[in-house]
């Protein structure tokens, strides 16, 4: 079964915090993309970041980082100093060489940052 | 140009109304879909084109008729909807199956 899990519903951080969103994924599949949309109140999913399972190298982009173990099915998303206008809905997905045609979405993290 | 644009941002239709959203995208990519979104949940497929041909239907009622005119162009045919199928529609593309989804920004419809 492909499955990905957000445990975090709701999160508020008072701005300039560190936040991380967490992400679990199930998959038997050995090849298999992970993804972080996010989407703002306008509506638009934004894509963020693809990874590919024999990739596991952490990447940082500006105040975003992501961190990827295959040990722990884990691919957790960390926004440093956050901003308000980090305020959004956070989408960890998958795709696997099985389901190639669907992406998998998470529940989501919603993400308030208080000014 | 990197964008995938839809047609319209808001839509509101009665029961017995046809309606069309579009969505369109330049960016070269063989792969196109439809996405349906409540409130506070994530996207749910429902179809899927690869080289304009129909490759998935998540078994979405007949109400809903997608058509893919080119390569760059997806419509969603709209026909005697009821009020639960308001909701946020998404177009996403893609260079092919696998790759990296690319959004619009959605039409948010209404049924009354």
């Known amino acids: 079964a492909q499955k990905v899990t957000q445990a975090q519903t709701e999160i508020s951080v008072v701005e300039k915090e560190d936040v991380t969103l967490d992400c679990v994924y199930e998959?038997?599949?050995?090849?298999?993309?992970l993804f972080w949309y996010k989407q703002p109140p306008s509506g638009e999913l934004v894509f963020l970041i693809r990874?590919?399972?024999?990739?596991?190298q952490n990447e940082i982009s500006g105040r975003y980082s992501w961190n990827f173990q295959k040990s722990t099915s884990s691919f957790n998303f960390t926004i440093t100093a956050s901003q308000v206008v980090d305020s959004a809905v956070y989408f960890c997905?998958?795709?696997?060489?099985?389901?190639?045609?669907?992406?998998?979405f998470g529940p989501g993290t919603s993400l308030s940052v208080i000014p | 140009d990197t964008e995938v644009t839809q047609t319209p941002k808001h839509l509101v239709m009665g029961m017995t109304n046809k309606k069309s959203l579009k969505c369109e995208q330049h960016?070269?990519?063989?792969?196109m879909y439809w996405y349906k979104q409540k409130a506070k949940k994530p996207p749910e497929l429902m179809f899927v084109?690869?080289?304009?041909?129909?490759?998935i239907n998540e078994s979405v009622p007949s109400r809903f008729s997608p058509e893919c005119p080119n390569s760059s162009l997806l419509n969603l045919h709209l026909h005697a909807l009821q009020p639960e199928d308001s909701a946020l529609y998404l177009c996403?593309?893609?260079?092919?199956?696998?790759?990296?989804?690319?959004f619009g920004s959605g039409t948010q419809l209404s049924v009354l």
């Open positions: 996403a593309s893609s260079h092919e199956l696998q790759a990296s989804p690319f």
């Open positions: 998959t038997r599949d050995t090849t298999y993309y």
């Open positions: 990874r590919n399972s024999f990739d596991e």
């Open positions: 997905a998958l795709i696997t060489s099985f389901s190639y045609d669907k992406v998998i």
């Open positions: 960016m070269g990519h063989r792969a």
């Open positions: 084109y690869s080289y304009e041909k129909l490759s």
